[in-house]
């Protein structure tokens, strides 16, 4: 006979259990847990704080140009509501220098500006005739563009 065919197989041990958990497993999910509910809680925060910039964005994007005056307080109200410090009688060169000073890059330039305060003063009858529908799709358009990328420092 074949000494080949004579021999048996070892019995291989039982395969080990991943349960129950050695302590190490259990601090590694309560870890995870823990960065899990942090990063919950931080993204809530974010929510929460940012609010005043998705409203804003909403109520710019309604304005049709016979409101076009609400374009410039729709921005003091999300510069309020962003950063509570700030004082809101800024007007003119303050005013552009805040606007200008929230975001990365300019945005609106100091012409544009202008033509949103002096829209402020004007009676909803005659802001056709200080603003074209290009200007003021223009205007719209840069303004819904500040909210979305202006960056205050969140006071919470």
Not at 38 to 64: H, P, S
Not at 135 to 153: A, G, I, M, N, P
């Amino acid at each position: 006979m074949n000494q080949v065919m004579q021999l048996v197989d070892i019995p291989l041990p039982e395969p080990i259990s991943w349960w129950p958990l050695s302590t190490g497993w259990y601090v590694v999910l309560i870890a995870i847990c823990l960065a899990l509910g942090l990063l919950m809680i931080r993204k809530r925060r974010r929510w929460v704080a940012n609010r005043y910039r998705r409203v804003a964005y909403r109520e710019l994007q309604t304005l049709t140009l016979e409101n076009a005056s609400a374009m410039n307080q729709i921005l003091r109200q999300a510069v309020s509501n962003g950063k509570s410090s700030i004082v809101l009688n800024h007007t003119g060169v303050t005013w552009y220098q805040l606007i200008r000073s929230s975001s990365k890059q300019p945005i609106l330039s100091e012409s544009q500006l202008f033509q949103l305060e002096q829209l402020n003063y004007q009676p909803a009858q005659n802001v056709e005739k200080h603003l074209s529908q290009n200007d003021f799709v223009t205007l719209k358009e840069l303004c819904l563009r500040w909210v979305k990328e202006h960056h205050f420092e969140h006071e919470s």
